[in-house]
């Protein structure tokens, strides 16, 4: 069983470049989330889908694009990345946004120089 | 608005021994509570959970009980294994149409 599935897992880039990270999952979920994890800071949520068609800002959307493609992907872009980027991002989904239990993908780790 | 605020670690202990990590929350309403865990280079899974008062969820040995008269859901383990060294997350769902309220994290370091 698939679950959650990221790409790329590890991504370097310059200064200025741009990419998007993809996530798929195969649970039938309605909801689908980004978060990045940082030392000391725990998990901060950028965006969220609550079902397919709808988009929200979470706690730290700056800097940040989404799409939900349709039910099973939901992709993360930078369109001009900075340093502060640099983190792990996480892509999760669950049922519906209130039901409390997140399947989550192993993680991007993305370094900006 | 929510918030969860978890010990801060480390945490390191001997195989074997008690394991007990403080959560406390703030919400209104009647919140779920959860338990995530998080071992090295792998994303997030659910540990247990506890969706009302005096409920107490366990799983793998763990266990937290909800307790809205402290506003906490402190998780225990009676004998630490090395294999449990990972990182804990506490973590809520509010009333309504939230997204979930995590805690920091708190890391934990069992040796043999």
């Known amino acids: 069983n698939a679950g959650v599935t990221q790409t790329p897992k590890f991504q370097v880039l310059k200064t200025g470049q741009s990419m998007t990270l993809q996530c798929a999952q195969d649970?039938?979920?309605?909801?689908m989330y980004w978060y990045r994890q940082d030392p000391g800071m725990g998990l901060r949520l950028i965006y969220y889908?609550?079902?397919?068609?709808?988009?929200d800002k979470g706690e730290v959307p700056n800097g940040y694009n989404v799409s939900r493609l349709n039910k099973r992907e939901f992709s993360l872009r930078l369109e001009s990345a900075a340093p502060s980027q640099t983190s792990v991002y996480f892509c999760?989904?669950?049922?519906?946004?209130?039901?409390?239990?997140?399947?989550f993908g192993e993680g991007s780790r993305l370094t900006v120089l | 608005g929510d918030s969860v605020t978890q010990m801060e670690g480390p945490v390191t202990l001997s195989e074997e021994a008690f394991l007990t990590i403080n959560c406390t929350y703030t919400?209104?309403?009647?919140?779920?509570l959860f338990w995530y865990v998080q071992y090295p280079g792998e994303g997030l899974q659910l540990l247990l959970k506890?969706?009302?008062?005096?409920d107490k969820g366990s799983n793998k040995g763990f266990e937290a009980t909800y307790r809205k008269e402290t506003t906490s859901f402190h998780l225990e383990k009676g004998s630490v294994q090395v294999s449990d060294s990972a990182v804990y997350f506490c973590?809520?769902?509010?009333?309504?149409?939230?997204?979930?309220?995590f805690g920091k994290g708190t890391m934990l370091l069992v040796s043999p």
């Open positions: 999760a989904s669950s049922e519906w946004v209130n039901t409390g239990e997140l399947f």
């Open positions: 649970m039938n979920h309605n909801s």
């Open positions: 889908s609550a079902s397919e068609g709808t988009t």
């Open positions: 919400a209104t309403g009647y919140p779920s």
């Open positions: 506890a969706t009302k008062a005096d």
């Open positions: 973590a809520l769902s509010g009333s309504g149409y939230s997204t979930l309220t």
